[in-house]
Every structure is written in C-alpha cells, then in structure tokens.
C-alpha cells in the first residue's frame, strides 16, 4: 500500500518529475486565497533562482475550529482553479504544484509535513491581520522548530522587482537569513540595499559583534549601496527611512514560549500596525533543546483524528467537479508525459437506442479531437437487438463476454462483463460508463480521468451525479438513486464509515489504474459497484479513491421489483465482506432466496427467486491473463485455489 504522503507533482509542470536532488534549494508557498499569490510566488521564485532551486505550491483551505471540514469542498475546488491559473501565468517557471489541497482547522501539521517531504529549506506564508494572535498561534519559535525550516513572513503585497531595499539590523542572529533574503531579490531586480544598524539604548554587545561581523562580509558587495548608523526608536527610523525604499526585510525578534510578547517581536507587530505593507519578516531555524518540543502534540505529521474528521477532510479534498478537466488538451499531455494508455470499457446489454450516440460522442472528442482514448471497446452481455450491429458499424471493437476466457466459463451480469473486459482492454488507465445515457457528454470520461492523471496516488474514481426520475413525460429532479440512499449509504455509514462520504456508490460511472483493479474481485451481477469500493478501500485505503461531479445524468430508471433486487444482492456483499473482516458466517444458503410480491386478481402470491451475486477473484490469479498482460508471477489478493475454482465453474 502506499503511503497517503507520497505525492506527485502535476506533470504540466517544467520537468517537475525531477528528483529532489536536481534541485538544490526548495522553498514552500502555501495559497490560502485568490490575494497575494502572485507576489508570494514570485518572491519564492526569486529566493529559490539564486540557489538553483524550485518554489513549491500547496493550496490550503481554512476551517474554523468546530466546523465540519467538509464545508470546504468548494473552496477546494476553487483552489484548484487559483492554482491552475497559477500554474498557466508560471509556465516556464520551476514551480511545482502539489495536486492535493489541505483542507485543515489548523495548517501547521500539514505545512510540516509537505516542508518534512520536499525537504525545504524555506516557506513562505502571508502575514493576516491578527497574524500575532490568531495566525500564529503557538508563536514564531514553535512555528519554525515545527516546520524545520527558515520562514519568511510576508506582507499582503509588494514589488516584484524592488528598486531599493532596506535592511534594518541590530546584528541578531536573525541578520545573516535576512542579508541573505535582501541579496538573492537585489540580485534578481538589480536592486540597491541600505543597510541600516539601529543602535539602542539598551545594545547588547554580542549583538553588536553580529553586526560588525555582518558589515565586513558584506563590504564591497555591489548590491549594497548604503550603511547607516543611527540612535534612536527602531520602529520610527524605519518608517521614516522606508518612505524612500519599496521594500522592508527584517529579522523577527527573539521570544520564548513563555514570553509575553508578540510572537514576530514588537517592532516587526510596529511597523504593521503602523501602516506598512511592503514588509517581510524573516526567522531562521534552529533545532530545540532536546526534549523542548515534547509536549506538542500537534507536531506529529497526521495526529490521530476521528473517523468522521478524516471523511471531512477526504470529502474536501477527493471532491472534484468535472469542469476542472474541461482543458482536455492538458489532460492529453498529462497522458503522454507519464506514457499512459487509456481505455474506454463500454458495457452494453441491449442498449440500441442510445449506444451509437455514446460511442460517437467519444469518438468525435475524446480520440479524433483530441487522442486521450487509445481504445473503445464495447462488452457486449447478450443483446437480442442491433446493439452490437450499430458499435461494430462504427468501428468499435466487439466482444461478447461469454467468449473472453471461455475456460473460466461465464455468469449473467455487468461485473462479469467489467471483470472478463479487463483481459481484454489494453490500457494502463481503464473507464467503464454505462451505454444507456441519454444525455452523454465528454465530461463522463474525461471527468473520470482527470483526477487519475493530476495525481497518481488516487487509485479509484467514482463520478456522481444529479438524477432526475422520469414519471412519464417529465422529470423529476432529485428522484433518482432510490438504492443509493435508502439501502447503500446507510449501510457504508454504519459499517464502512470511512466511504460514508461517497456521494454515489452504485453510480455507473468510474475508472481506475489497471494496476488496482487486476488485484480486486469483481461481483458478476448487481454487487459489482459496492464489491469494488469495498475490496479497494479494504487494500488501498480511502485516500486512494476520488469521486468527480459529472453534473446530471438522464438514463431509463428501473422498475420498483428490480431495484428491490438490487438492493438484496448488494446486502448481500455488505454482510459477506463483514463476515471475512469479522471471521464469522452470518449468512446460509436459505438466505440467498427472496420471496417477491406478486398481485394476482383478487388476491397476492409469494414468487420465490435465488439471488446470489458470484464473485470472480482477482483477475491476475488467471493465469491466461497474466500471460496476455506480461506478469510473471502473482502474489496477494485471494487464495490461488479460486482460480481453480473459476475454471470450474458453469455458466449460469
């Protein structure tokens, strides 16, 4: 299983595929809103420049504390969109964007931990109002021994190419990290510092030192202009001398942890409070005393949280909304760059009155348009009508699922024709939508990939939808998914709550990595859909599956008896997956019949029918399979002997 922290960037960006050790020096940008973005990225690019090195983008999304994460879905989303504007405005630039956006009550574990994973040297985070009181809470010297790494607080904005610089210091040890900040941005804009040593009454003599050390390293360096020595109140000589430079750097005073002042030291809160907003502060890091930090318990990278909190945070974050793929050109070059193949399964079973519309639609956009589909193939269950005439005239492959892997026989059903597509489709990334759409549009596929090609620890896509329940001539909206809510989200709720935030589980519509799903068993009938959730989330954990909003789909509902069906079988899968977890059988023979109502004038009768949904193993078992796909050896999932078991069995 990997790891829920290990991330790739978006591969649009310039060889941002690199490892670590091509570059050698990483500054974090958190981007917590639409404001300062572009003067915090470029400052990270001109700090990072200097040192051959790249800026890192993580989008951040803030809940107040006692607020479900989940109300964050939207701000995630339209983080996404600032990041992509982000990205399309640096293109060129080294800038890397991390494809997951933190939806946190407090942004420090998860700053740590990107800051712990890229090993940066330095982030990069806006100073707010209250910045002393509410953000930063724990103050400065918690905050930098948490993160590892030099900060640089920022003003709401400034100059991207600063003309003149001034450096106020008292010779701190804070002086060397913001000489340094002063010289990477002069030598990006040609700039002229002033360095300006404000000498006060109460001049400790080591700090002096500093700053005469400081004045000599930095004789004769071209970007600094001016040295000044003055006596007097800090804060006021720096506003008045700032009124002729663009730009503030200093170092944050010293604080403790007990200390009652503010947390970036009072002249920094002065200079702010005064009306200054071209200002950055800067702190270097220094390892704690050893056992310092014991006591922190929100420094640990994920600190144990509830169930529900971390559904919050995977709604939030795992929501995406298909219009964030509609640039499908990008999508092809996500494709191409990590040499991907794509597949489009279509499973079918007498579906002539809207298959040719789905399989046109693909074909003008998603292969001819633009090449993001390398195959369309349609799995064919059966149809007694020109279903499989109307897809093999216009040029789609055909298969009927009884004739893919004859030898391990075949069952009735829509996951046999997903599990026996699998031998068959040739692709790395593998979609499946249903054939009976009225309303088909692109965005049914290229909803479903976009989240697999942005990030590759995402495994499993869902799409949802509104569905509008037809009763005769009209529609009525929000009818639709009368399983979906009345039998399967309250039993994921009670029994798997950690999927309790999938908005459609039996949805139609997902794709995955062929990689995940050759390793899962498939449910042949009604159980394929909550099978796969559940086997997946059972091997690869929740932060491997995403759902997409595809908006609405218009299809056939279903009579009342088979959705009465339906939700039998896939009780079915619940309580079977619950008995391997909790090593018990709840379930005998006798409980696989229902008893259906049946009416008959006058009077009713009981209509006895055996519903019991197969389960093929995972398809890497069969050995005809490895062969086609190149595996050499298989090892986990079920026991080997299902494959002889599969062979064995008989079409039904």
């Not at 724990?138 to 021994?145: A, M, Q, R, W, Y």
């Not at 510092?193 to 004769?220: N, P």
């Not at 620890?457 to 909206?477: D, N, S």
């Not at 619940?574 to 391997?580: P, Q, R, V």
Request: glycine fraction near 8%.
């Amino acid at each position: 299983m990997q790891p829920d922290n290990v991330e790739q960037a978006d591969l649009s960006q310039v060889e941002m595929t690199k490892s670590h050790n091509s570059y050698n020096y990483g500054v974090v940008v958190p981007i917590f809103d639409d404001e300062q973005n572009e003067w915090m990225v470029r400052l990270g690019l001109n700090l990072a420049r200097s040192k051959h090195g790249r800026v890192i983008l993580v989008g951040v999304v803030l809940i107040p504390e006692g607020e479900s994460l989940s109300i964050g879905t939207q701000q995630a989303q339209a983080r996404r969109a600032t990041l992509d504007r982000l990205r399309a405005y640096f293109e060129g630039q080294p800038v890397q964007i991390k494809p997951r956006i933190r939806v946190v009550h407090t942004m420090w574990p998860s700053l740590a931990k990107v800051v712990a994973q890229e090993r940066a040297d330095l982030l990069i985070v806006p100073w707010r109002e209250g910045a002393d009181t509410s953000y930063l809470p724990l103050g400065i010297e918690e905050l930098v021994n948490t993160l590892k790494c030099n900060v640089v607080i920022a003003s709401h904005d400034g100059p991207s190419l600063p003309d003149r610089i001034l450096l106020p210091t008292r010779g701190g040890k804070e002086a060397p990290l913001a000489l340094e900040v002063a010289l990477a941005l002069a030598k990006a804009a040609g700039a002229a510092i002033t360095l300006l040593h404000v000498v006060g009454g109460q001049q400790i003599s080591a700090s002096q030192q500093v700053y005469e050390e400081l004045a000599r390293m930095s004789q004769g360096d071209p970007w600094i202009k001016q040295e000044v020595r003055v006596e007097g109140d800090a804060a006021a000589e720096i506003l008045r001398r700032a009124e002729q430079h663009d730009l503030v750097i200093i170092g944050a005073s010293e604080t403790s942890p007990a200390s009652k002042q503010p947390a970036l030291g009072p002249i920094a809160l002065q200079l702010w409070q005064k009306g200054m907003r071209s200002l950055l502060v800067v702190k270097t890091y220094q390892p704690p005393p050893l056992g310092h930090l014991a006591s922190w318990h929100w420094i640990d990278p994920l600190p144990t949280t509830a169930t529900s909190v971390m559904v919050d945070k995977w709604f939030a974050e795992n929501t995406f909304n298909s219009e964030e793929f509609e640039n499908v050109a990008r999508l092809v070059a996500l494709k191409e760059q990590q040499n991907l193949t794509i597949s489009l399964g279509l499973p079918a079973l007498n579906e002539e009155a809207t298959v040719g519309n789905v399989i046109r639609v693909m074909q003008e956009t998603l292969v001819k348009e633009f090449p993001l589909l390398d195959e369309i193939v349609l799995i064919d269950s059966g149809s007694s009508d020109r279903t499989v005439e109307i897809a093999g005239d216009l040029g789609v492959t055909v298969y009927r699922h009884d004739e893919i892997l004859p030898e391990c026989g075949a069952f009735r059903g829509k996951g046999e024709a997903l599990w026996k597509s699998l031998h068959v489709l040739k692709g790395d990334l593998i979609a499946w939508i249903d054939t009976d759409i009225v309303n088909i549009h692109p965005r049914f596929v290229y909803g479903l990939l976009g989240p697999l090609l942005r990030r590759d620890t995402i495994q499993y896509v869902k799409g949802f939808y509104r569905r509008p329940l037809r009763v005769g001539e009209t529609l009525q909206a929000g009818g639709g998914g009368r399983v979906t809510e009345l039998v399967a989200r309250p039993l994921f709720n009670l029994f798997y709550p950690e999927l309790s935030g999938v908005v459609q589980p039996l949805s139609g519509e997902y794709a995955g990595r062929r990689k995940a799903l050759e390793q899962v068993p498939f449910y042949v009938g009604y159980g394929v859909e909550t099978g796969l959730l559940l086997s997946l989330v059972e091997r690869y954990g929740i932060s491997s599956i995403a759902q997409v909003d595809l908006r609405q789909r218009i299809h056939h509902n279903q009579p009342l008896g088979a959705l009465s069906r339906m939700a039998f079988a896939i009780i079915q899968v619940f309580i079977e997956h619950l008995e391997s977890r909790q090593k018990v059988q709840l379930l005998s023979e006798i409980n696989r019949t229902m008893k259906i109502i049946r009416p008959d004038p006058g009077s009713y009768y009981l209509e006895e029918h055996v519903i019991s949904d197969r389960r093929r193993p995972p398809i890497v078992t069969v050995a005809e399979y490895r062969a086609q796909h190149g595996i050499n050896a298989w090892s986990g999932g079920e026991s080997r002997p299902d494959e002889q078991k599969t062979r064995e069995s008989n079409a039904v």
